[in-house]
C-alpha cells in the first residue's frame, strides 16, 4: 500500500502544480477512489496509473470522471465520465496477457478488443480504449463502419473470434453491429502525457505496417 501511494503521489506531481485546483482536487478524489480499490486488492498499480492520467485528461476536458463504475451485467468500466448529457466510457489496456493464453497471445488479445468494443460501449454516448504507446491495440475494422454496413459475414468472424474466450454471457450479434470506438487514448506515464488519437487513423497505420499486419490481419 506504501508505495502504491507512493507512486500515484509521483505521478501526481509530474502532472504540475501549474494545474488549476480544482483540476487537481478532483484528481486527488480520483486517486483516493484508487487507494481504497487497491486496499480491497481490486487494483494494481501499472493499471491504475493509466487510469489516473487517463482520469486527469478527461478532467481537462470538462469531464465529472468516476473510476471503477459498475455498469451491470456484472461489467465494470475502468473510466466513466459525463459532461452536460454526453457520457464517456474508457477503458484502460495494459497488453498484459493471462499466462494460460501463452501460446495464443494475438488471437486472445483481438477477441478481448472485440469484445471490450461490443459489451462496454453501448452504455455511453461514447467509447475509447487506453493504451501505452508500447502496447498495440488489435481494433478490427469492422468497429469503425455505420452498423448498416456491417456485414453479417464481419460479425460472424467477431462473434466466432469472441465466442472462443467468453461464454458468461456470450457476445450478441446486436451487440456487435451497434458498438463504437470514438477514439483512443494512447497513455504515456513516464512524462505523465495523454494523446487522444483518432481510431480511423489509428488502424490506418497498422494496416499500413506490414509486420502490423502480418500480426493483425484485419
Not at 466466432?160 to 450478441?172: A, F, G, T
Not at 483512443?184 to 481510431?199: G, H, R, S, T
Request: with cysteine; hydrophobic share 35%.
Amino acid at each position: 500500500m506504501e508505495r502504491f501511494n507512493e507512486d500515484l503521489s509521483t505521478l501526481i506531481e509530474r502532472i504540475g502544480s501549474s494545474e488549476p485546483q480544482f483540476v487537481l482536487d478532483k484528481l486527488e478524489k480520483v486517486r483516493l477512489r484508487l487507494v481504497e480499490l487497491k486496499q480491497r486488492n481490486i487494483v494494481k498499480i501499472n493499471h491504475s496509473a493509466m487510469e489516473l492520467l487517463v482520469a486527469y485528461s478527461l478532467i481537462r476536458e470538462g469531464y465529472e470522471v468516476v473510476v471503477e463504475k459498475p455498469l451491470g451485467d456484472n461489467l465494470i468500466c475502468d473510466l466513466y465520465g459525463t459532461k452536460g448529457e454526453g457520457s464517456l466510457i474508457v477503458e484502460v489496456e495494459t497488453g498484459y496477457t493471462p499466462p494460460n493464453h501463452a501460446l495464443d497471445p494475438l488471437t486472445y488479445n483481438r477477441s478481448r478488443t472485440a469484445s471490450k468494443i461490443s459489451r462496454y460501449s453501448s452504455f455511453a454516448n461514447r467509447f475509447a480504449l487506453g493504451t501505452p504507446p508500447i502496447n498495440i491495440l488489435p481494433v478490427d475494422p469492422i468497429f469503425l463502419k455505420p452498423p448498416e454496413l456491417r456485414t453479417p459475414a464481419e460479425m460472424y468472424h467477431i462473434k466466432k473470434l469472441c465466442d472462443n474466450y467468453y461464454s458468461q454471457p456470450r457476445v450478441s450479434f446486436d451487440e456487435i453491429q451497434n458498438a463504437h470506438l470514438h477514439s483512443v487514448y494512447l497513455i504515456d506515464v513516464d512524462n505523465a502525457k495523454v494523446e487522444q488519437v483518432d481510431p480511423e487513423a489509428y488502424v490506418d497505420f497498422l494496416s499500413r505496417t506490414p509486420y502490423l499486419h502480418a500480426m493483425f490481419p484485419f
